[in-house]
Structures are given as C-alpha cells and as structure tokens.
C-alpha cells in the first residue's frame, strides 16, 4: 500500500483556498472584462506546470523540499498584500524621484504625469504627441526611467520574493531546517508565482480594454507576459533562493545585496530596456511599441535577459549539486574507516 509524501498535509481552510481561490479570481476577472476573464486562466498555467515538477521532486526526496501549505499561503499573501503593499511602495518612490528630478510643482512635472497616466495614444492630437515626444526625448525621462526600474521595481520587487526566504530560515526547528537544502527555492518560487499571476492579469486586462485588441497583439502579449515574463520572475526568484542556500547552507560569504543583488540588475534592466523602448517611439512610461524596427531589438534583448537568468540558475544549481556530491562522498569515506 503506498503512502502519500510528506509536505502535502493541508488544513481545510488551505483547501478551501485551492478550491475555491482560482474560479473566484477568473470569475471576478470576467465580471470587470470578459474578455480579460476568458484568457486569464491561461495565467495560471505556470503555477499548475511548477506544482507538477514540485510533486515530482518531492517523491524523491520530501526531507529536503518546502512544505505545500506554507507554499500556498506564500503564494497568496504575495498576490494580494505582498503585490499591493510593493504597488504602494512603488508610487511613493516614483512620486518623490519625479518631484526630484523635474522639480516638484513644475508645469513639466505635471505634463509627465498627466502624459505618464495614459494607456493609449489614440486620438490624441499632433500636439500633445509632440509634448510627449519632447518629454519621452528629455534626460529627466531617462533618469526618472532608471530610478523606477532599478530602485521601485527591481529592488522592491525581488526584495518581495526574497521575504518568504526569510520565513523559511526561521521555519520549525533548527535540526529540521538543515535538511531542508532546496526549501528557499520552494517558497521563493510560490512567491514569484503569485506576483506574476496578478501582473499578468493585469496586462492582460491592459491589452483587452478599454477595446478588445487583435489577436495578433492578445498572442504576443501572452508570449511577452505569460512565457517571457513569468520565466523571468521564477529564473530571478530561483537565482535569488539558490545564493541564499550557498550563504546559508554551505556557508559562502555572502552579503544580503550579494544574495539578491544579480536578480535586482537581472530585473532592473528588463523593466529599462522596455521603458527605454517606449520612450525611443516618443512614448512617456509604457506604450508598447508598434514599430519593428524598436519592438525587435526590445523583445531580442529581454529574451536574451531572462535566458542570461536562466543560465546562471542552471550554474548555481550544478554547483550545489557539486558540493552535495562531494559531501556525500567524503560521509562515505568516513563511514568506510
């Protein structure tokens, strides 16, 4: 008779919340834009692919992996107070480095901000687009551009996914957490999960309202959100976990900016080169470019972001299995004398 793995004991109100947590989110979605409901079961698709391989792993080997509850209440705090708390962190940020930079009050901080509010740009005369074109072209633009996606948006958003890192070195006892060597990336992951869902909801929503777009736009923004920007939050994520599990396990001398920092410059650098993109076709904050000469070397050069990510988790992970298999053969060789 076969016996169910470890870690994936749920309590009823944890049940409820897998029941019920995702029809209610498409539902709700439905009911503000049909549309946007319609497609957004699509963005649970990573969720449901990563619990399949964390099944699988956890067969294996149940001593060394997160527990499934903790994960699923990390999953849902991130995608509703975790993202909210960022969003309100984010404005703040935002707020104080255009009042530095364009000057606080100025006539120029108020065009920015009422061009920056903009989701389209249809029906908007030659006028006003050429006062977005002069203020998307300014060095106030650019630097302002660079301080909400390095500091609101890289750091405020991989420090979240780092919290339930966090959490889990303060989890149970100490005996218990040492055997635990791949938990971080468990909650690290349910984490960027959950963010990721209400991100990709969200722009989802963004290229279906305030009309429904074509299809050829719906089909890259799923490419762009679904595939491309949610493998960027998990490889940023795992990058993150798998460098605490070096300074925590295995005793690496590594700095808090040392274990978040690459995935902070990872992030920053992606939500850049997109920014930089829009404004580059005249745009002020996030339009998405139209032309091919600009979208091209914007979707080349964030794929090839999220692929750099991709590689240096594949090298931290083989040099923790390294390590592992080095322990494990000098246990042997003592154990043989």
């Not at 030659?126 to 301080?147: D, K, P």
């Not at 939050?233 to 990058?239: D, G, T």
């Amino acid at each position: 008779m076969s016996h169910p793995a470890s870690n994936t004991s749920l309590s009823l109100s944890a049940r409820l919340l897998c029941y019920l947590g995702p029809p209610s989110a498409i539902l709700l979605t439905s009911i503000a834009s049909p549309p946007t409901g319609l497609l957004s079961s699509l963005a649970f698709l990573p969720t449901a692919f990563l619990y399949k391989k964390w099944r699988e792993s956890n067969r294996k080997d149940p001593s060394g992996r997160g527990e499934l509850e903790p994960m699923i209440w990390t999953y849902t705090a991130t995608c509703t107070l975790g993202i909210t708390s960022v969003a309100l962190i984010q404005m703040g940020i935002a707020k104080a480095a255009s009042a530095l930079i364009f000057g606080s009050g100025s006539v120029m901080n108020k065009d920015f901000w009422t061009e920056f509010g903009r989701s389209t740009i249809d029906g908007l005369t030659g006028e006003v687009l050429t006062r977005r074109a002069h203020l998307a072209s300014s060095w106030q633009n650019w630097v302002f551009n660079g301080a909400l996606m390095f500091v609101a948006a890289g750091l405020g958003e991989e420090t979240l996914k780092y919290l339930p890192i966090a959490y889990a070195r303060r989890r149970g006892m100490p005996e218990e957490r040492q055997k635990r060597k791949r938990a971080y990336v468990d909650y690290a992951l349910a984490g960027a999960l959950g963010f990721g869902l209400v991100e990709n909801i969200g722009c989802l929503y963004a290229a279906c309202e305030p009309k429904l777009e074509a299809w050829p736009k719906l089909v890259l923004t799923l490419f762009e959100r679904v595939i491309v920007g949610q493998i960027g939050h998990i490889s940023m994520a795992a990058l993150t976990a798998l460098r605490a599990i070096r300074r925590d396990y295995y005793g690496d001398p590594l700095s808090w900016w040392g274990v978040v920092g690459p995935a902070v410059l990872y992030h920053g650098t992606f939500d850049y080169v997109a920014l930089s993109a829009s404004a580059l076709e005249g745009n002020v904050g996030w339009i998405h470019p139209s032309g091919l000469r600009i979208m091209a070397p914007m979707l080349g050069l964030c794929i090839g972001l999220v692929a750099s990510s991709v590689w240096q988790v594949r090298q931290e992970w083989n040099e923790i299995e390294d390590r592992d298999r080095i322990i494990r053969s000098s246990e042997d060789e003592s154990s043989e004398k």
